[in-house]
């Protein structure tokens, strides 16, 4: 990636990117069902509504057809997390969300080292966070 910003959390990277998106108060934000609670919590740091989506059971990540019809005109993010090393369709979710003008915020955070036609995780989306945070014991 050409930039690259160090922060405390994956938790704040996603509120930061919200923020840069200027999504707010009235706007819609998709998010999976199936996922840490620091995927969704910053959109309503933001003030804006999360709408939860499906997820496909063959990768536990965002379905794409459950995100289409999420859509609203309020929708103006989503955000596509990358599960246990999987990730979802980015084929289909980018050409989902470039129809509607929608961004894409890629929650990577578990996925380090996991690629998807060729591309590291973190780098499909406008932007694309991370957590190094150590398993607690």
């Known amino acids: 990636m050409r930039h690259a910003v160090s922060l405390p959390s994956c938790t704040s990277a996603l509120h930061l990117s919200l923020l840069a998106l200027g999504i707010g108060p009235g706007d819609e934000v998709v998010v999976p069902d199936c996922t840490w609670i620091a995927s969704a919590a910053p959109i309503s740091y933001v003030g804006a509504t999360p709408v939860f989506a499906d997820i496909d059971p063959g990768n ?3 379905s794409p057809q459950s995100f289409a019809a999420c859509i609203t005109p309020r929708t103006k993010a989503v955000i596509a997390v990358d599960l246990y090393g999987n990730m ?3 084929a289909v979710l980018a050409e989902i969300a470039g129809r509607h003008g929608i961004a894409i915020i890629e929650d990577a955070a578990e996925a ?3 690629r998807y036609c060729g591309r590291a995780a ?3 989306g406008v932007t694309g966070t991370f957590s190094f945070m150590a398993p607690r014991r």
């Open 122 to 124: 973190g780098t499909l």
């Open 88 to 90: 979802p369709d980015y």
């Open 112 to 114: 380090a080292g996991s």
């Open 60 to 62: 536990w990540c965002l």
